[in-house]
């Protein structure tokens, strides 16, 4: 098998800049791919972290490409040497932000950061992506894009067998870990960027009686990301 980056790209976690970098590195995409998800001839996304262990190894033992990019979840982890898993984390309450703004780009009308709390239908579009079902959107991503949402023990686990896990946070610096672990010499976060400091005016907005609502609204997610955030080292979790 070839070297193969398999990278949990986690919704408006600052995926799109990592695998701009990955390109600039390089790295070889599938012949059909969007944000380096892999495409089928019929345009639809291949969704390998369904398969089985067996067909998931076939399908990433390859010279024709080395990286993939999952924005589903991580089903499983079929471990071979050669597959370096990675992710990038960013807040909780930052990734509301990131939300608010892109659905603001997205939407005929502009909404206001406080009505766009208020109302999570609004959100339909990008629940869909990350939720089964409205009652959970302000639960956090974590929990369910590393366990499929079964447990946070399930998520520690899984997060153990991560090659890199970096923090947007603290981008510029973590994303050193690419060099030694896949040869990466371009590490420019900033020329790569997507949206940079689009969060501004949602920030604003955010005072403290909003913030305290949104934290308990997503209390267990932040506790989770500051836990994991606090036990890794050098892109490893220790936890």
């Given at each position: 098998m070839?070297?193969m980056?398999y990278?949990l790209?986690?919704?408006?976690s600052?995926?799109?800049t990592?695998?701009n970098?990955a390109e600039k ?8 791919h ?5 495409y089928?001839?019929?345009?639809k996304?291949?969704?390998f972290?369904?398969y089985?262990k067996?067909?998931l190894?076939?399908f ?6 080395t990286f993939?990019?999952n924005?589903g979840y991580i089903?499983d982890?079929?471990?071979?040497s050669?597959?370096?898993y990675?992710?990038?984390l960013r807040h ?16 005929k009308?502009?909404?206001n ?7 999570k239908?609004?959100?339909e579009r990008?629940k869909?992506i990350i939720y089964?079902?409205?009652?959970s ?5 974590l929990v369910?894009y590393l366990?499929?949402?079964k447990s946070?023990?399930?998520a520690?686990e899984r997060l ?7 923090f947007?946070?603290?981008y510029?610096e973590?994303?050193k870990v690419?060099k ?7 590490l420019?976060?900033?020329s790569c960027r997507?949206g940079?400091?689009?969060n501004?005016n ?5 005072n ?6 949104i934290?308990r ?14 036990k ?8």
């Amino acid at each position: 098998m070839n070297r193969m980056i398999y990278f949990l790209h986690i919704h408006k976690s600052g995926g799109s800049t990592f695998v701009n970098l990955a390109e600039k590195n390089g790295e070889k995409f599938y012949d059909s791919h969007k944000n380096g998800n892999p495409y089928d001839s019929e345009n639809k996304i291949i969704e390998f972290w369904n398969y089985g262990k067996e067909d998931l190894l076939n399908f990433l033992d390859t010279e024709k490409f080395t990286f993939c990019a999952n924005e589903g979840y991580i089903k499983d982890f079929h471990l071979d040497s050669k597959i370096k898993y990675v992710t990038v984390l960013r807040h909780p309450i930052d990734i509301l932000l990131s939300c608010y703004h892109h659905e603001c780009e997205t939407s005929k009308y502009k909404k206001n950061f406080k009505i766009f709390l208020e109302n999570k239908r609004s959100l339909e579009r990008m629940k869909s992506i990350i939720y089964e079902d409205e009652s959970s959107y302000f639960s956090g991503p974590l929990v369910h894009y590393l366990a499929c949402g079964k447990s946070v023990e399930l998520a520690r686990e899984r997060l153990r067998q991560f090659d890199a896990i970096i923090f947007v946070d603290n981008y510029q610096e973590d994303i050193k870990v690419m060099k030694d672990l896949a040869g990466w010499d371009y590490l420019d976060i900033n020329s790569c960027r997507n949206g940079t400091n689009r969060n501004t005016n949602a920030k604003k907005e955010l005072n403290s009686k909003m913030y305290k609502k949104i934290y308990r609204s997503i209390e267990s997610d932040i506790l989770f990301y500051n836990e994991v955030k606090a036990k890794t080292v050098n892109g490893k979790f220790m936890g």
